[in-house]
């Protein structure tokens, strides 16, 4: 299978063998023909899998009779839609757009929060093609008149279950009722949870499924590991784990934004360059962040559930759970940050006492124990070392040194945050 045959035109297999790519994913060689044929598409796949360019390839080659290089902004009707709930999954997608569409000159804009507006409805005057967006945002500028969406052809919903958990659900309904019933939709989600499937039945006509993995599965390529540790001392393990293994590009997940501050204060007091990226933010310093943890002069990046979805950051080795989710699912949403597109990766959960019942959760998802380890120096107390990893599947490994296979070279690997 290779882009050309399927069908997409000449340039844009062009663009997209210099960008380095020479087969489709299994995403993009499913979706591609379906999108291309104008139908509406219902795609699961985890992140990582490709699914912007599956969506965005074909669209280029659909729309691209819309091309003109008229000044005036009524020739540029907002005809691409792309709906996504995070500043830089926007960002992602404006970035693919220029650097895959340039030889398809329809203008792109993208839209968010927690930035000056009046910028965009400067771009957004002027006409733009493809228009990629947060819900929020978006409908500000519906409701300051600066942008028409009544000739939407394709409409995207990307990361369709995380705009769900974050409540943007009102949102979408009222965007929907924004674009043409004619239209052509695209629904992508990392998974197909009866809500994402109900609100498919809503938005889709008689759409095509592409699900190209298995619900709710880690990825394969992941290593899994468990440390368990006394809560109060899960700082200075994460500390000694980075600094011993000399581990590089490590990606922290918490479950708020104060402990992500806190955890990241702790790590750069010690030596090891960190940064919290979180909803609080400011957009300018987020990007900064991402910046100086693409390029290697921030080692630890430590996040809130914000950045578990669309970031997509080439080779990137190590991602630890210092804190379990909530929901099982998202721990697959975390950890599929690593082992991406071929490459292998770790995951690392340091688990306390009081999270038994979430990892229990979590390997009841997987249908499957996680293998664990005690790391010398920081055994938990006597009588609870072994209970958050009761209650699993059969078959829980336990292995003192299990976790050097883990070790990696500390020498720094090149890496760009990249939409697929």
Known sequence: MTFESLGLSDDLVRMVAEEGYERPTPVQAAAIPEVRAGRDV???AQTGTGKTAAF?????????HH?????????????VLIIVPTRELAMQADEF???Y????????????????????????RAGVEILAATPGRLLDHVGQRTVNLSQVEVLVLDEADRMLDMGFLPDIRRIIELVPKQRQTLLFSATFSDDIRRLAATLLHDPVTVEVAPRN???EAVRQLVYPVDRDRKEALLAHLIAENDW????????????A??????????GLEAVAIHSDRSQPDRMRALEGFKTGSIRVLVATDVAARGLDIEDLPHVVNYELPWQPHDYVHRIGRTGRAGATGDAVSLVSIDEADLLRGVQRLLRRAIPWTVETGFEPDRNAEAQPLRGGPPGAARSGTHHRSHRRSGAHRGSGVRSR
Do not use: C, W
Not at 56 to 64: A, C, G, K, S, V
Not at 101 to 124: D, M, Y
């Open 56 to 64: 965005l390839l074909p669209t280029f080659d659909r729309l691209r």
């Open 217 to 219: 599965q880690a990825a």
């Open 101 to 124: 569409g340039r030889t398809v000159p329809l203008r792109a804009a993208v839209v968010f929060g927690g930035v000056p507006i009046e910028p965009q409805t400067k771009q957004l």
């Open 97 to 99: 757009v220029k650097t």
């Open 248 to 259: 590089r590009q490590v990606l922290v997940f918490t479950r708020t934004k104060i402990a």
């Open 261 to 270: 501050s806190r955890l990241a204060s702790y790590l750069d007091r010690r």
């Open 42 to 44: 219902l795609a699961a």
């Open 67 to 79: 091309a003109n290089t008229s000044f005036s902004p009524a020739r540029h009707p907002v005809r």
